[in-house]
């Protein structure tokens, strides 16, 4: 059984791009969370999401960031017109069900430094 | 609001040495879990242990042990007979729902030959 997927697994961007960071979940798996990983900083929440749902964003900058986790296809973080400080480890985890003994399994992460 | 804190940003030691991290949290919350990473170099993370707010057992799980303590809203962790291969950035985190990870800010342990 295939761990928690994300690509790329480094992406560079100049100011002003777009990143899209994607997460395919275990199989199994319909929720998805993403961390954002600052530099010498702990993982901090962003966004919990359920196929076609978004259940809890309160994480996640309310401009140029939007995440999605379509019925088919991986999850989706998207940060239009990238800054400097945008760069960070972005790691995706997903489990099996929501409830007191849902474990998250995390990804390798997708490291994004912006130019 | 719920604060997870690590006290120590480094840790350096010699193979073999024993080495404590320490964790402290916050929440008001009753029902609560705690949880340890390990991220190696190569950067992924790594689950741990969890551990829910009724269960104040101690945990041994080869060289590693964590001492969960209420009474101060502590939970460490301790590595005996250090390797090399336990260098690594280590992180605690709290979660008060169902889904959402509080982490602390990390300790970076270092195992030297």
């Known amino acids: 059984n295939a761990g928690v997927m994300q690509n790329p697994r480094h992406l560079v961007r100049r100011r002003g791009q777009e990143a899209r960071l994607r997460c395919s979940p275990m199989?199994?798996?319909?929720?998805v969370y993403w961390y954002r990983q600052l530099p010498e900083e702990g993982l901090k929440f962003m966004v919990y999401?359920?196929?076609?749902?978004?259940?809890?964003e309160s994480g996640m900058p309310k401009e140029r960031f939007s995440a999605e986790f379509p019925k088919e296809g991986p999850s989706i973080l998207r940060i239009q017109q990238v800054v400097r400080g945008d760069s960070a480890a972005y790691f995706c985890?997903?489990?099996?069900?929501?409830?007191?003994?849902?474990?998250?399994?995390f990804g390798p992460g997708t490291r994004l430094t912006v130019l | 609001a719920q604060k997870v804190t690590q006290a120590q940003t480094e840790i350096s030691v010699v193979e073999k040495e024993d080495v404590t991290l320490d964790c402290v949290y916050e929440t008001r919350d009753t029902t609560y879990y705690l949880f340890w990473y390990k991220q190696p170099p190569s950067g992924e993370l790594v689950f741990l242990i969890r551990?829910?707010?009724?269960?104040?057992q101690n945990e041994i799980s080869g060289r590693y042990s964590w001492n969960f303590q209420k009474s101060t809203s502590s939970f460490n962790f301790t590595i005996t007979a250090s390797q090399v291969v336990d260098s690594a950035v280590y992180f605690c985190?709290?979660?008060?729902?169902?889904?959402?990870?509080?982490f602390g800010a990390g300790t970076t342990v270092t195992v030297r030959a």
């Open positions: 199989k199994g798996h319909s929720h």
């Open positions: 999401l359920q196929k076609e749902n978004i259940i809890d």
């Open positions: 985190a709290l979660r008060i729902n169902d889904y959402k990870l509080s």
């Open positions: 985890a997903s489990s099996p069900i929501r409830g007191s003994y849902n474990e998250q399994f």
């Open positions: 551990r829910n707010s009724f269960d104040e």
